[in-house]
């Protein structure tokens, strides 16, 4: 498919783009400038996990567009709760995770779109490995390889991120599997409910700056054994 045949095909869906937040104050002004800019149609869904900082005023002001839709959590649940409520209010073609903290570059959201738009797959991720990294730690980068290996080992199909932000779907696709994430383990839980259902992930290169504890990063070696835990249940049950 040429590049303008792509463009036309984005132009005529709409892309929803879920933003889970949790005291974003700082960077989230930048996030939504860089989603706006996007030249498609897209619902907005932010979506604030009982923020203590400046957040909730800055969701008001946003909350005054259109194509955006703005939900609470009184308390702080998770990235994986706020994951499944934006879910609720989704009525674009395809689903898209965006993180709140620029880690990840918005600009490549139609490179993640595109196995999609062709037809190639129901399911896309934007994997990291496969494109630019700045700043990861060796543990966090050990940690993903590990994760991504187990996947490819319990699940039959060779992935390089497991636990990318980027994950796209056909709303249709996500919205019939049932979710118990909270937290992080969103990304395991989803990966292998995707799999165990046949679909087939297609990855594509993205670029990725990471963030430190002191900037505010809030996954940590708990998640990675919670993640490991994920994988191995849902590999024996549904």
């Known amino acids: 498919m ?3 045949r792509l463009h036309r095909k984005i132009l005529v869906m709409k892309i929803s783009i879920i933003i889970p937040i949790h005291n974003e104050e700082v960077l989230l002004p930048d996030v939504m400038k860089n989603i706006r800019r996007l030249a498609f149609e897209k619902e907005i869904i932010l979506v604030d ?3 203590t900082d400046g957040t909730h005023a800055l969701l008001k002001k946003e909350s005054s567009f259109p194509d955006t839709k703005v939900l609470y959590h009184g308390i702080n649940q998770g990235k994986g709760a706020s994951i499944r409520t934006g879910l609720q209010q989704v009525t674009g073609d395809i689903v898209i995770i965006q993180d709140a903290d620029m880690e990840y570059n918005s600009d490549e959201i139609p490179r993640v779109l595109e196995p999609i738009l062709k037809g190639e797959t129901q399911v896309s991720y934007g994997s990291r490995f496969l494109g630019r990294i700045n700043n990861m730690r060796l543990p966090n980068r050990v940690a993903n ?3 991504a290996w187990m996947v490819s080992l319990l699940y039959g199909q ?3 991120d497991e636990a990318t932000a980027y994950k796209a779907f056909r709303t249709e696709v996500i919205q019939s599997i049932p979710l118990n994430c909270t937290r992080f383990e969103f ?3 989803i990966t292998a409910k995707v799999l165990k259902r046949g679909y087939k992930i297609i990855e594509v ?5 990471a963030r430190t504890f002191e900037e505010g990063k809030k996954i940590g ?3 990675f054994f919670q993640a490991v835990k994920i994988l191995l249940k849902y590999r024996f049950r549904d």
């Open 221 to 223: 070696w708990k998640d």
């Open 2 to 4: 040429t590049t303008d």
């Open 145 to 147: 390889h590990l994760l």
């Open 187 to 189: 990304c395991p839980e």
């Open 49 to 51: 996990d009982g923020s």
């Open 205 to 209: 290169p993205v670029s990725y700056t």
């Open 158 to 160: 060779v992935i390089t």
